[in-house]
């Protein structure tokens, strides 16, 4: 989540809006937490969960995040035009396996939390 290509704010958000789509509480709560330790306000954070095209970042950021948001849903239902998208916005092959490595390890994690039952313990 430190390095990389892909600002962590952004991947941030990827990681809170998976989760949030996987019904992850504790994982919503930490990177709510997340974001906010690196800046974002309530108020953004709250953008970001609505209406990502109204949140404060790049055309490529956001639609990074659209592309991992359906992957983690749909995996079987992307298509060729999705990630002629991605390129048309300046996304490359390595940003966008950063991305989905992103989704894929936070996924993983509201599936070891949720099956744990882990309380919200911060």
Do not use: W
Not at 33 to 38: D, F, K, P
């Amino acid at each position: 989540m430190m390095e990389g290509r892909i600002p962590r704010k952004a991947k941030e958000a990827i990681a809170l809006l998976v989760s949030k789509d996987n019904g992850c509480d504790y994982c919503v709560a930490a990177h709510t937490g997340a974001l906010l330790s690196i800046g974002v306000t309530p108020e953004e954070i709250a953008v970001i969960e609505t209406d990502i095209e109204l949140a404060a970042f790049t055309e490529k950021e956001k639609e990074l995040i659209r592309f991992s948001r359906k992957v983690n849903l749909l995996p079987l239902k992307i298509t060729d035009e999705e990630f002629a998208e991605l390129r048309r916005t300046g996304a490359d092959e390595g940003e966008i396996v950063e991305a989905l490595g992103v989704m894929e390890l936070f996924t993983s994690f509201n599936k070891f939390l949720d099956s744990l039952q882990v309380d919200i313990d911060f």
